[in-house]
C-alpha cells in the first residue's frame, strides 16, 4: 500500500471535515452511529448534595412554580414540599437526585413535565 502524499491527505480531512458539519446540521445522516452502554468501569456517579429548606425553595424559586407545581413535578405532595421548605423534614432518596437535576437545568426539566393546556372549542 503507497503512502498517501500531502496534498491527498489535506484533502480527505477537508471533506471529511466538510461531511461532519452537514451532518452537524442535520443535512446529511451520518454513515453508522455507534452506541455503547455505560457500566461502572466508564463512570464515577458522585452523591447527590443534601438539600436544606432555603435550597429547596431557591430550586423552586428558580423554576418560577408554585409548591403546588413543584410537588406535582417531583410527584411528591404539597403537603411534603412545604415541610421541606419549613425545614421540618429534608429530601432523601430519588427527590435529591431529581432536585439536583432541577437545580441545574431549571427551564429545560420542566419543559419535559408540561403537557399542553386544553384549547376552548369554538364554534
Same mark, same amino acid.
Given at each position: 500500500?503507497?503512502?498517501?502524499? #500531502?496534498?491527498?491527505?489535506?484533502?480527505?480531512l477537508?471533506?471529511?471535515?466538510?461531511?461532519?458539519?452537514?451532518?452537524?446540521r442535520? =443535512?446529511?445522516?451520518? %454513515?453508522?452511529?455507534v &452506541?455503547?452502554?455505560? &457500566?461502572?468501569?466508564?463512570?464515577?456517579?458522585?452523591?447527590?448534595?443534601?438539600?436544606? %429548606?432555603?435550597?429547596?425553595?431557591?430550586?423552586?424559586?428558580?423554576?418560577?412554580?408554585?409548591?403546588?407545581?413543584?410537588? #406535582?413535578?417531583?410527584?411528591? #405532595?404539597? #403537603?411534603?414540599?412545604?415541610?421541606?421548605?419549613?425545614?421540618?423534614?429534608?429530601?432523601?432518596?430519588?427527590? &435529591?437526585?431529581?432536585?439536583?437535576?432541577? =437545580?441545574?437545568?431549571? =427551564?429545560?426539566?420542566?419543559?419535559?413535565?408540561?403537557?399542553?393546556?386544553?384549547?376552548?372549542?369554538?364554534?
Amino acid at each position: 500500500m503507497r503512502r498517501r502524499t #500531502s496534498k491527498e491527505l489535506e484533502t480527505l480531512l477537508l471533506a471529511s471535515a466538510r461531511e461532519a458539519v452537514a451532518i452537524a446540521r442535520g =443535512e446529511l445522516k451520518p %454513515a453508522r452511529i455507534v &452506541t455503547r452502554s455505560l &457500566t461502572a468501569r466508564d463512570v464515577d456517579v458522585s452523591p447527590p448534595p443534601s438539600y436544606n %429548606a432555603k435550597r429547596v425553595q431557591d430550586v423552586r424559586d428558580q423554576m418560577r412554580v408554585s409548591q403546588t407545581v413543584f410537588a #406535582s413535578v417531583l410527584n411528591v #405532595s404539597p #403537603s411534603l414540599v412545604r415541610a421541606w421548605e419549613q425545614g421540618v423534614r429534608t429530601p432523601s432518596g430519588p427527590a &435529591t437526585r431529581l432536585l439536583q437535576v432541577l =437545580e441545574r437545568r431549571p =427551564e429545560k426539566t420542566l419543559r419535559v413535565f408540561e403537557r399542553p393546556k386544553r384549547q376552548p372549542i369554538t364554534k
